[in-house]
């Protein structure tokens, strides 16, 4: 089989350049129409099932928050300190654009990974020619139960940025275009590459398998290497260009600090000292805390943090690694280790802050080399040792990652939202109000809506015998809707106890003046009011509305479905590459792009397993649906492409 596979690759790298796919026909009304309703139960699930809002995050949740808001308000990333440049931008962009759209966030995630979706789909179609298979990968990438919105994070949009980026790159490198239409493909493939990469630290997981289709297109044709090159300068010149944004900000010339070599290479230092056998997920254990000290007059400058007020970062550890209790836990000491320089006064500048750990990184390496201090490196930058103990576990969790992408176990409850209130609804309101979890405690709602009325008349709210004035909020919609310009401020927005029982009156009513409480807003949403139209879009946090509650449920079902197809899909699946491997013998198989795409989403799929296997075991629980969303579009799509690749040899012949 080796051997067939070497000469039929021969064959196909001494062909010259690849005739140009021949124009392929238009999907079938029936197919766009299936489509087209897929879509719109997908957007009518993403834009109604409620989110968890974490407005205590701040290296989270919350720490996106606060960078789009800044961004917005022209501040680029807000003030240096430790945390700023903790993560790339990726997801503050979308934040900010999103806010100067106003839409809900859920919205506007739905509306890309829809976007993401159908152009991955539609490069599928015009490479296999079959609107079937492209409309199966379309309704399976879909409609993944674990992919709907579930916090306001970046994980939501990282599945969406990969599809993007593949759609683009398999138009770039494979189908027939014109050479300037290449180019443009060339120039998105890249910028939607630059924006992927910018989203999340760990994006070397495309890498491989953009390497092969890279490859593969360049040796089919050799003209494609131009097109490679525009992906790749396009995709260095965005991530450039966002560094240079941070150095004229700070003075640091990166994407994310978390990567700067300075604080990679001192991290790597303190966590390759030993001190007595390895403990599982203590990095820098007391004991070698204790020597540290000793031996880096700069480490013991972060003593009264580490064995003080920093103590609270061992809380979160020890709550999942019971064994790690009352010292840092591997995913938190990273954390810890910058938050102790900060209070040692390094982090005034980010010049500052790497002149520190230079010096850090200087004084454990010299005390490693002349013996004082005993040091293994760990074989990947930034990831802490792992002991034997761990390593056998690696089976086990990647059992576990499979049995996700399988859905042998439902979705799990949305939980609540957490944090201080006023956090919660202050990130709430930034990101377009979408359906949310309430907090446990929660003794506010939000009312949003408008109220149009021809006279020009406004509204106020009477709680009891108080009378709290509504503020006018912009309202282009309803500008549009009643064309009427006079009603450019006619939103408003307030928030509520539930302890108050309170009504809507027009401005100026008294006492007795009739007006609808708000228990019957709930039920109907609208109301007529003095002439005038009333309509609430938000009350409370919208997570018992009937419309999420139906949307869970549904939600919950398409998991069982998938649960229930999984078997029998793989199946198939195993199967039919069985009997593409005995084509591959015969010779009777061409290696042509659908090949090597196919065989790419396996290699994206297993490589982005494997980097969350290596998370799992050396730092925190990464093995959940929220770090896999963008593996399940991917792994149903390889499925379903692995079973139609032996069915390709009946109408393609080599």
């Known amino acids: 089989m080796l051997s067939a596979a070497i000469g039929a690759l021969r064959s196909l790298g001494q062909a010259g350049p690849a005739a140009p796919l021949p124009p392929g026909p238009r999907l079938p009304a029936w197919a766009v129409a299936v489509a087209a309703a897929a879509s719109l139960l997908y957007f009518c699930l993403a834009t109604h099932l409620p989110v968890t809002v974490l407005g205590n995050t701040s290296f989270d949740d919350a720490w996106f928050f606060e960078r789009a808001r800044n961004m917005v308000a022209g501040r680029w990333m807000g003030h240096f300190s430790q945390v700023t440049l903790i993560k790339g931008p990726g997801y503050v962009f979308f934040l900010a654009a999103n806010a100067i759209l106003g839409t809900p966030v859920t919205l506007t995630q739905a509306l890309l990974y ?24 379309f309704l399976a990438a879909l409609l993944q139960p674990d992919v709907f919105p579930g916090r306001l994070i970046r994980d939501d949009i990282y599945a969406a940025q990969t599809l993007i980026f593949l759609g683009c790159l398999i138009h770039a490198l494979y189908l027939s275009e014109a050479r300037r239409g290449r180019a443009l493909w060339a120039v998105c493939a890249g910028l939607s590459l630059a924006w992927l990469w910018l989203t999340r630290e760990e994006g070397v997981w495309v890498a491989p398998a953009t390497l092969v289709l890279c ?12 097109d490679v090159a525009g992906l790749v300068g396009t995709g260095v010149a965005a991530a450039t260009a966002v560094a240079a944004c941070n150095f004229a900000a700070y003075g640091a010339f990166t994407v994310a600090d978390l990567k700067s070599p300075a604080f990679a290479r001192a991290l790597d230092a303190v966590q390759s000292v030993r001190v007595g056998p390895s403990t599982a997920y203590l990095p820098v254990p007391r004991r070698v805390r204790e020597r540290l000290y000793a031996e880096s007059p700069a480490f013991a400058s972060l003593r009264p943090y580490f064995e003080g007020v920093g103590q609270n970062w061992t809380q979160a550890g020890c709550q999942i690694y019971p064994s790690t209790c009352g010292d840092y836990a591997a995913g938190w000491f990273v954390w810890a280790l910058r938050d102790a320089v900060a209070q040692a006064g390094h982090y005034r500048s980010p010049a500052e802050a790497d002149r520190f750990y230079r010096t850090l990184t200087a004084e454990v390496r010299t005390a490693c080399a002349a013996g004082r201090l005993q040091c293994a490196h760990g074989l990947i930058s930034l990831m802490p040792g792992v002991t034997a103990d761990q390593w056998r576990q690696a089976p086990a969790k990647t059992q576990g990652a499979a049995s996700l992408l399988l859905y042998r176990q ?3 409850p949305v939980p609540a939202s957490v944090g201080d209130p006023e956090a919660i609804e202050a990130m709430w309101v930034f990101e377009g109000l979408p359906p ?29 015998a108080a009378v709290i004035p509504v503020e006018h909020k912009p309202a282009p919609d309803i500008v549009t809707h ?22 809507v009156q027009l401005q100026g009513a008294g006492p007795q003046d009739p007006g609808p409480n708000f228990a019957t807003l709930m039920a109907k949403r609208d109301a007529a009011l003095g002439g005038g139209q009333l309509y609430i879009d938000t009350f409370g ?20 479905v998938y649960g229930l197809l999984a078997p029998a899909i793989c199946a198939a699946a195993a199967l039919a590459y069985l009997a593409h491997l005995a084509l591959l013998w015969r010779r009777s198989l061409i290696l ?14 297993l490589c982005r397993v494997a980097i969350l296997v290596l998370v799992d075991l050396s730092s925190f629980p990464a093995i959940n649906p929220s770090y896999l969303a963008p593996a399940f579009p991917l792994f149903w799509g390889a499925l379903l492409l692995t079973v139609a690749l032996p069915l390709r040899a009946i109408r393609l012949k080599p």
């Open 114 to 137: 829809m976007f993401g979706c159908g152009l991955f789909c539609l490069a599928l179609f015009r490479l296999s020619r079959s609107a079937v298979l492209a409309l199966a990968v």
């Open 215 to 226: 490859l593969a297109g360049v040796w089919r044709d050799r003209a494609r290497w131009r």
């Open 410 to 412: 439902p979705p799990p």
């Open 436 to 464: 949310r979890t309430r907090a446990d405690g929660e003794r506010s709602r939000l009312v949003a809506g408008w109220f149009h009325a021809p006279t020009g008349a406004w509204i106020q709210l009477r709680c009891g």
């Open 482 to 503: 009643f064309n009427d310009p006079s009603a450019a401020n006619s939103r408003f927005r307030t928030s509520l106890s539930t302890d108050e029982d309170c009504r």
């Open 541 to 560: 946090a919208g997570a018992a509305d009937a419309a999420a509650t139906l949307a869970q449920r549904i939600q919950t079902g398409l998991a069982r």
């Open 592 to 605: 042509d792009p659908y090949w090597w795409l196919c065989h790419a989403i396996w290699l994206l799929v």
